[in-house]
T-cell receptor
Framework: RKEVEQDPGPFNVPEGATVAFNCTYS??????FFWYRQDCRKEPKLLMS???SGNEDGRFTAQLNRASQYISLLIRDSKLSDSATYLC????????FGTGTRLTIIP | DAEITQSPRHKITETGRQVTLACHQT?????MFWYRQDLGHGLRLIHY???????NKGEVSDGYSVSRSNTEDLPLTLESAASSQTSVYFC?????????????FGQGTRLTVV
C-alpha cells in the first residue's frame, strides 16, 4: 500500500461548481499535512496547510480526519484558474506526496 | 527575496555519463530534498539532508548520490546515467523537521538520458 494515495482523476468540473478531493495516508505518526498546487510543467506550490481543527482560505477548505487517516480539500465556486494538479503531502518528518489529482474547470 | 534555484533547467546526456544537478537555497533552511516526478508516480523522494554533512536515502535512491558541504547547496549526482532516470527533478527545502515542514520547491530540472 502506498504511504499517500489520491484519486488521480481527471476531474472535469463546470465553472462555479464545488469540487472535493480526498487523500488517504498510512502512517499514523504523521504530524503535518499540506495541499500543494502544481501547474503544468511547473514546480509544486503550497496551497494550504491542514490543521486538526480544519482551516479555510477563501474558497478553499481543508479538513483532517485522523481517525480515518485522510485529508480533504474542498473548492467552492470553482474558477477557470483553479485548473491544475492538486497534490497532498504528509509528513511524520519528511514530506511524502500523493500522485496528484488533475482538475480541469470547464467554462 | 530568499529563493531556491536549480541548474540547469534542461539537460540532455548520454547513457553512462556522470551528471550533477545543482540546487541552491538562500533561506538558510536546514532541510533539503531531491524528488523526481514521473507520470503515474507523482513526486518520489530520492535523497534528503537535515543539515551539513547529513544525507539520507529516500525511496528511489539507487543510482543517485548527494553531498551537503554547506547549508545552501545540495547537488544531486547521477553516477552513471540510465534511460530510466529520464525525469523531471525537483529540489526542495524546509525549515523544520516535524511540524511546519512546509517545503519550497525549485523550478525543476528536466533531464533526458539518451
Amino acid at each position: 500500500r502506498k504511504e499517500v494515495e489520491q484519486d488521480p482523476g481527471p476531474f472535469n468540473v463546470p465553472e462555479g461548481a464545488t469540487v472535493a478531493f480526498n487523500c488517504t495516508y498510512s502512517n499514523s505518526a504523521s504530524q503535518s499535512f499540506f495541499w500543494y498546487r502544481q501547474d503544468c510543467r511547473k514546480e509544486p506550490k503550497l496551497l494550504m496547510s491542514v490543521y486538526s481543527s480544519g482551516n479555510e482560505d477563501g474558497r478553499f477548505t481543508a479538513q483532517l480526519n485522523r481517525a480515518s487517516q485522510y485529508i480533504s480539500l474542498l473548492i467552492r465556486d470553482s474558477k477557470l484558474s483553479d485548473s491544475a494538479t492538486y497534490l497532498c503531502a504528509v509528513s511524520p518528518e519528511k514530506l511524502t506526496f500523493g500522485t496528484g489529482t488533475r482538475l480541469t474547470i470547464i467554462p | 527575496d530568499a529563493e531556491i534555484t536549480q541548474s540547469p533547467r534542461h539537460k540532455i546526456t548520454e547513457t553512462g555519463r556522470q551528471v550533477t544537478l545543482a540546487c541552491h537555497q538562500t533561506w538558510n533552511h536546514n532541510n533539503m530534498f531531491w524528488y523526481r516526478q514521473d507520470l503515474g508516480h507523482g513526486l518520489r523522494l530520492i535523497h534528503y539532508s537535515y543539515g551539513v554533512q547529513d544525507t539520507n536515502k529516500g525511496e528511489v535512491s539507487d543510482g543517485y548520490s548527494v553531498s551537503r558541504s554547506n547549508t545552501e547547496d545540495l547537488p544531486l549526482t547521477l553516477e552513471s546515467a540510465a534511460s530510466s532516470q529520464t525525469s523531471v527533478y525537483f529540489c526542495a527545502s524546509s525549515r523544520d523537521r516535524g511540524m511546519n515542514t512546509e517545503a519550497f520547491f525549485g523550478q525543476g530540472t528536466r533531464l533526458t538520458v539518451v
